[in-house]
């Protein structure tokens, strides 16, 4: 029963418009819970819970020194609380054991790459798809799925336009590229015409010829910002492209709605995350 339940509720976060990350994650998270307490779902409590919690809370940070971020225990508990909710509505439990009340985690310090900095990474390129990744990821601050599923028939080089047909939550959206990306983003596109295998769709390709993963996609970068030697204590990541180009067109005085829209935030405040950042370096 656990393992069907675990498929069904995958299925059921596809069928909500969940990302893929959210799909791929949420039931990991459920699994590692009942890992942890050995017990089937109907016999969870929440003292389980909130034991779980506290657990979490001391759990050490694997990919750095520290203990998990405030926001990564709420993407677990949240999981949870979804997977239960989500038993009860098909009635496979009489009551959601989940009691937690769950407070939205207060926003950690984000680490903003310098324009210099941003500038040592395309320095420091060494191939055409590590070009191609960062003009996506900062030049039109995709996030690592979009990129991923970012196909050749949503880049319209001579229009300067790339359209975001998959984004978070489903929502969609229409990037204007620069010139001097569309030209690079132009010599990338002749480069794979000669490496894609027949039929393929991607944008971005693999050494095979196939749609490059996202997992190939933050490798690639993360070899790339090692060779930079920027930041060498922190776990930077494709994400933190993001928070770059963000925070650097507001620099240059870009509205925050017109950011907003570029990053495909759904609510304006996860926008102004950026504007209080960009408050805090201008001190």
């Not at 299925?11 to 050995?38: A, I």
């Not at 979490?56 to 508990?77: F, I, M, T, W, Y």
């Not at 500038?119 to 991923?148: D, K, N, P, V």
């Amino acid at each position: 029963m656990f393992e069907n339940t675990i498929y069904e509720f995958r299925k059921e976060l596809e069928n909500l418009g969940y990302c893929q990350t959210v799909v791929k994650t949420y039931p990991k998270y459920v699994v590692h819970f009942f890992e942890f307490t050995k017990e089937i779902p109907t016999q969870i409590t929440a003292n389980q819970i909130k034991i779980y919690q506290a657990h979490l809370r001391e759990k050490p940070n694997q990919a750095k020194d520290g203990k998990l971020s405030q926001s990564h225990v709420h993407s677990q508990l949240l999981a949870i609380r979804i997977y239960f909710e989500y038993l009860e509505r098909i009635q496979k439990i009489s009551k959601n054991p989940f009691t937690l009340k769950l407070k939205s985690p207060i926003n950690e310090i984000k680490i903003i790459l310098t324009q210099e900095e941003v500038g040592t990474l395309y320095e420091h390129c060494r191939t055409a798809q590590e070009w191609a990744i960062m003009h996506l990821c900062y030049g039109c601050g995709l996030r690592r799925s979009e990129a991923q599923n970012l196909n050749v028939a949503d880049v319209h080089l001579d229009k300067k336009l790339l359209f975001v047909r998959k984004g978070k939550g489903k929502k969609r959206r229409v990037i204007p590229i620069t010139e001097m990306i569309a030209k690079d983003l132009e010599k990338y596109v002749e480069i794979r015409a000669f490496s894609a295998t027949e039929n393929e769709t991607s944008f971005l390709i693999d050494s095979k010829g196939n749609r490059m993963l996202a997992s190939t996609i933050y490798k690639t970068f993360k070899s790339l910002f090692k060779r930079t030697k920027n930041h060498p204590d922190q776990n930077i990541s494709l994400h933190h492209l993001r928070h770059s180009i963000a925070t650097h067109l507001l620099e240059n005085e870009m509205s925050i709605e017109m950011v907003r829209n570029f990053l495909g935030h759904q609510s304006l405040k996860t926008t102004q995350i950026y504007t209080r950042i960009n408050q805090l370096k201008m001190r």
